[in-house]
């Protein structure tokens, strides 16, 4: 399993736009993943669960990847985090 | 009528109106597992189907769809495929016996009213986004099939309880010229479709909007916000001429938008915006603003009770350095007093509150309340580009104090382990004579002077802006008014700090050539202004600028200076 930080860098926060890509995203790996903000964890393929956070710009989020491709889901979901997401 | 404009423009045209029917519960329980089976077939097949009918959408080659389209529509198929909805309306199936129509239904309604409960704006907007999801799918759940065979006239204004995704992403924009909605909120959908498709809108009209007929003659002015049903013939005139010369100016200002504010002779100049919340910011980058020159925070201060604590003011700077994007944003410390009031700090009557109590004194004075403020923005800081700007300063003592305390304020979010940038400039308003006239010795204490030419030309004219009696003598090109700005402008730059103007002057587009000449290189105002400011800029050299500002401060009267800057401007 494998747990990582970010903190969301756009100023809209996780948006419908983002979190549609993130869910596109998570979609084509066989890892289970979450998304986790204070108390509450929530599955990564659901755009609804993912909305219903309400993140917004400037606080902190953890993912949390298990399963057989969780090194390459961490590369990829990194990549999101730290780069598309201010594009978006 | 009057609700929110959400996007510039007038419309002129016939109403064509949106009436939905909401969809109703049929309270069916099911009897035995092969109706459970039957209806959650029936939910898959739907969505399906719903799937299939946003494949159509997007290949759908006529309505020529743009990126922002089509990632509404993406969203939407991912909201249709949700994992989430589909387990919860299986488990109201299996569980509560109910139909696909009835789990349907309150399904939506519960995330809908989730939407609805929470803090933030958008999320709150996003809970329409719901509700059009559960219709479409309902939609093939009872075989209604598409409803929305609308077929248009040329210049059709669209009136709607509110628009869906699906409402607007199918509007056919050669026929269709604007809309007006009963609900909505500036950052609901129909408002950001509206923008970025150059229509005009207004939204939050109230109940009222629906008694428009379909077919009643309409004028929507997106700016103001304002709907006249069958107006009479001096509205229609009135407007007619507005809509072609927005539409003409809206043409040369767009060509302008991307460029850079560079004189013909290769100036370079700033313009910045003049905000009172993030969401002013949208509209900064899209009429080129380079960011923010003045941000001004007592909106947060006002139609409250209680004084906001240091995290919700955190958080309000916050959303605007991001939404800033890097750009410089200028904060300026509370400015209350004179004619703005909090009804829950009770400032004492004055027999002159405009040389009052008011904006630095009462942070000076109130020490505890200023460190909040002080800590919320160093907080941001670390956000983006932050400067910091104390209003109505009128000696060095008032700005070393507030040095001062702005040190301690560091030093408590450094002893916290808290993030906020070190060397974030600090610069003042100059607004009041002395400020102006010691702009010499004000400017070795900070980083940059911002000029507000409002209150300047108040203070140096001694005239009350706001009696009607001697409005006429309220005015900035005066002489002396003139000598001042001057003034501050050429001792900033000896003493090599940077200087800019947020007054109403800065988008005066009389007033731009002159300030030009003087060496200004920074204009903030209302994000509106800025193409028509930039526009002046491009088309003039500095070199022009200086011989104006020269012929200028020679004059010897207000009404010489501005029969001079109106023929030069034609």
Known sequence: MITKDYIITSAQGMHARPATQLVKLVKGFKSATSLKKGDKTVKLNSLLNILSLSIKGGETVSVIMDGEDEVSAAVIIDDFFTKQLKEL | MKGIGVSPGIAI??????????????????????????????????????????????????????????????????????????????????????????????????????????????????????????????????????????????????????????????????????????????????????????????????????????????????????????????????????????????????????????????????????ISDADDLAMVHDNGGEGVGLFRTEMLFMDRDTFPDEEEQFEFYKKAVLQAKGKPTVIRTIDIGGDKHLSYFNLPTELNPFLGYRAIRISLDQEGLFIVQLKAILRASAFGSVSIMFPMISNVKEIREAKFILNKAKNELFEAGVAFNNDVKVGIMVEIPSAAVTADILAKEVDFFSIGTNDLCQYTLAVDRMNEKITHLYDPFNPGVLRLILNVIEQGRAHNIHVGMCGEMASDPLATLLLLGMGLEEFSMSAASIPAIKNIIINNSEATAKQVCQQVMAMDSSENVIAYLKEITQ
Do not use: W
């Open chain 2, 13 to 274: 045209g016939r109403a064509f109106v949106i009436k939905k029917n909401a969809p109703a519960t049929n309270g069916i329980v099911l009897k035995n597992q092969v109706e459970i089976v039957a209806e959650i077939e029936r939910f898959d097949i739907s969505v399906v189907n719903a799937l299939a009918e946003i494949d159509a959408i997007k290949n759908n080659s006529q309505l020529m769809l743009n990126d922002d389209d089509i990632a509404i529509l993406e969203t939407q198929v991912e909201l249709i495929n949700d994992p989430q909805i589909r387990e919860d309306v299986v488990a109201k199936i299996e569980e509560e016996k109910k139909t696909a129509n009835d789990a349907m239904i309150e399904v939506t309604a519960g995330i809908v009213a989730l939407f609805e409960s929470m803090d933030d704006e958008y999320m709150r907007a996003r809970s329409a986004d719901f509700q059009d999801i559960g219709n479409r799918i309902l939609k093939y759940i009872n075989r209604t099939g598409d409803t929305n065979n609308r077929s248009f006239e040329p210049d059709t204004i669209v009136i709607a309880d509110d628009l869906t995704p699906s409402d607007t992403i199918t509007l056919d924009l050669n026929l269709v010229t604007g809309f007006a909605t009963q609900a909505g909120s500036r950052t609901s959908h129909a408002a950001i479709i509206a923008k970025s498709k150059g229509l005009p809108a207004v939204v939050a009209c109230g109940d009222e909007l629906m008694t428009i007929n379909h077919n009643d003659f309409i004028i929507l002015d997106g700016l103001s916000g304002s709907v006249y049903v069958n107006p009479g013939e001096d509205i229609i005139s009135r407007y007619s001429a507005k809509s072609a010369s927005f539409r003409q100016q809206a043409e040369v200002l767009k060509t302008v938008k991307d460029k850079p504010a560079i004189t013909a002779d290769g100036k370079q100049v700033t313009l910045l915006a003049n």
